[in-house]
């Protein structure tokens, strides 16, 4: 069974039980959008998490084993998305893209964001012109060393 395989029975089971991504992060204690990313494929669960998720959704022994093995990060199908919600944000990047960079170099120094000390949070806004959605990012500033 493919992690991609594993993917699909998690979303599968998910809509089938009718749980929320709120609902899974909860059942292992972790944050709603690290368990979406885990069970989407790109983080690693522990086996007790693994066990949780397996129980709740009845997934079979060899998913439970998959959710547990590293996988390949940032495996997007295509290097443009062509998801309208996954492109806003490269299109976002695309615009924006520099101007982070030198806000955040004029701030720290020379350095990235990390994406592996890292958190976020995704929150419905209302708004009477239309609600909004809120991302906070939170990533460890890393700067470059000099040898």
Do not use: C
């Not at 998690?10 to 899974?24: I, M, P």
């Not at 690693?44 to 998959?66: F, R, S, W, Y």
């Amino acid at each position: 069974m493919t992690r991609d395989e594993v993917t699909q029975l998690v979303l599968t089971a998910k809509r089938r039980k009718q749980v929320s991504w709120g609902q899974l992060a909860d059942s292992i204690g972790l944050s709603k959008e690290w368990t979406t990313a885990a069970l989407m494929g790109q983080m690693t669960l522990d086996a007790t998490q693994a066990a949780k998720i397996g129980d709740l959704l009845e997934l079979p022994a060899e998913a439970i084993d998959q959710l547990q093995v590293v996988p390949y990060k940032g495996s997007l199908p295509t290097a443009v998305p062509t998801d309208p919600l996954i492109y806003r944000f490269y299109e976002l990047i695309n615009v924006y893209g520099t101007t982070i960079k030198e806000l955040i170099h004029e701030e720290f120094g020379d350095g990235i964001m990390s994406a592996i000390d890292f958190s976020m949070d995704i929150q419905r806004e209302p708004d009477p012109k239309g609600d909004r959605v809120h991302i906070v990012m939170s990533g460890k500033f890393l700067p470059y060393m000099t040898y």
